[in-house]
């Protein structure tokens, strides 16, 4: 077995481009996913490690040194972060040139032969789900014996295997809780409307929803919804307090937990019967009783995309949620006292200054606990990026998702919105919805119910406004 590194690169300070991560960007406040990916493939692989430098603000003069210590270092990348990754990649193999490194994510799984053309450092990349891919190259096995791989040959051709099949048992994945709690320290990991600390992973992959924008779906994980057993979700969950004494909440990052309801009740009864509250993905169409039995065991969040408030963009974009269902759903969270952290998107296809009020005063009329706010990004391997290749609403040189900084950037333009307004209506938006007395006094009270939260939300504040103020200087 090859001695082998899960390294999710050095960035941007303050970059959250982790395998969960559904915008890889700098966010408003701090915030960091788990790298749950990775860390799915270290449980795979005995004798593993995984290192998440981000979150622990770990430099490359950090991660240099180990590049003598393995003989495999697999580095999760992403479109925005790319040209930093290989770098990183090419410092690695400097410091050993014996080191074999291979590439994961949506940005080579969808352009694997461009991503090895970018630097002779990377020698193979993995396509799609790439755990037992990576476990048969630790292994040893010779690469073009490697199901799920492209990789150039002696002759410097690009060879693509096979794709490797679908995983539909997904028991056969062990469990990441022990990854997490061997290699990464939970206190880094924030995130503006979870408890912290807290832990995230998937009971599932896959969503069978069809939204033109969404990055996981479309690149990695597919639209056939495969999932693990209830048993073996709670088997994972029964030792949680053990693993994690401090943590407050478990996130279930299942791009849609609740698409199968039956399922969602019994995860909820068994994490009632076990006291662990939690979290979750949800799409803006669970009926109440379904919603109820969640709340009753012990669900405190419904992280909820909503993206935006008018119909027409729904329907560009294959949402599949009515927003007047979206409504009733809110209102029943709201009756129940469930908690919703609302997402949503500006400059998606049909977008004009009238929609992006619209929205606005749709999110205010919804009234979440918390939002957040992105602009529409067009990644390679979306129907969304092709569409907006198809339509010319990209800039000659398309590669640019972030700034210098590492936050989002607008790309998109339309004939009655240009990219200027996209990018400028984010902070409208913030300061329309957070700026209002109501909501000021609901954030002013939960401080004063809560010492611990007066002092985390005044970070988040001064976190807030830096980020505000970086906009404004662009």
């Known amino acids: 077995m090859m001695r082998t590194l899960l390294l999710h690169p050095p960035s941007y300070k303050g970059f959250d481009g982790g395998a969960a991560s559904r915008y890889q960007a700098k966010r408003e406040v701090r915030s960091f996913w788990y790298p749950t990916w990775l860390a799915q493939v270290a449980a795979i692989i005995p004798g593993s490690k995984l290192v998440d430098a ?14 003598r210590d393995y003989d495999l270092a697999v580095l999760h990348t992403s479109s925005p972060s790319f040209t930093g990754d290989v770098q990183v990649a090419e410092a690695l193999k400097r410091e050993n040139p014996a080191l074999k490194i291979g590439f994961v994510g949506a940005k080579v799984a969808v352009e694997p032969e461009e991503s090895l053309k970018a630097s002779e450092a990377i020698d193979f990349v993995a396509r799609e789900e790439y755990d037992f891919t990576i476990r048969d190259i630790a292994e040893g096995h010779p690469l073009a014996e490697v199901d799920g791989i492209s990789f150039r040959d002696d002759d410097g051709t690009v060879v693509h295997t096979p794709d490797r099949a679908l995983l539909h048992d997904m028991d056969q994945l062990p469990y990441v809780t022990p990854v997490y709690a061997r290699d990464l320290d939970v ?21 069978r929803s069809r939204c033109t924008f969404c990055l996981w779906p479309q690149t990695i994980g597919g639209h056939l919804y495969r999932t693990r057993s209830v048993e073996h979700v709670m088997g994972e969950m029964a030792n949680f307090r053990e693993l994690f004494p401090t943590v407050k909440e478990v996130f279930f990052d299942d791009d849609t937990l609740t698409d199968d309801r039956r399922r969602v009740e019994e995860i909820a009864r068994g994490m009632g019967k076990l006291g662990i509250p939690w979290a979750c993905n949800a799409k803006a169409n ?80 919804l009234n979440p606990q918390s939002l957040q706010v992105s602009i529409a990004a067009p990644y390679p391997g979306t129907a969304l990026y092709r569409q907006a290749k198809e339509n010319g609403w990209l800039p000659d040189d398309d590669s640019t998702l972030l700034d210098e900084h590492g936050v989002q950037s607008a790309m998109l333009s339309y004939p009655n919105l240009n990219r200027t307004e996209i990018y400028e209506s984010v902070e409208t938006f913030y300061k329309q919805f957070y700026f209002r007395a109501g909501k000021i006094a609901e954030l002013s009270a939960e401080m004063l119910r809560s010492p611990e939260m007066m002092k985390r939300r005044l970070r988040e504040g001064v976190e807030f406004f830096s980020f505000i103020r970086h906009r404004d200087q662009v």
């Open 187 to 207: 206190t880094y990991y924030y995130n503006g409307y979870l408890k912290h600390p807290y832990v995230s992973l998937y009971t599932g992959r896959g969503c």
């Open 54 to 67: 981000p979150p622990a603000d770990l430099t490359l003069a950090d991660v240099l040194p180990l590049a």
């Open 286 to 365: 669970v009926p109440y009783d379904t919603l109820k039995i969640m709340r009753d065991n012990g669900l405190r969040l419904l992280l909820v995309g909503y993206e935006s408030g008018n119909q027409q963009i729904l329907i560009n974009i294959k949402k599949g949620i009515r927003v007047e269902r979206a409504k009733q759903f809110t209102k029943d969270c709201h009756a129940l006292g469930i908690k919703i952290h609302g997402t949503f998107i500006v400059g998606l296809p049909g977008e004009t200054p009238e929609t992006i009020k619209e929205t606005i005063s749709y999110a205010k009329e």
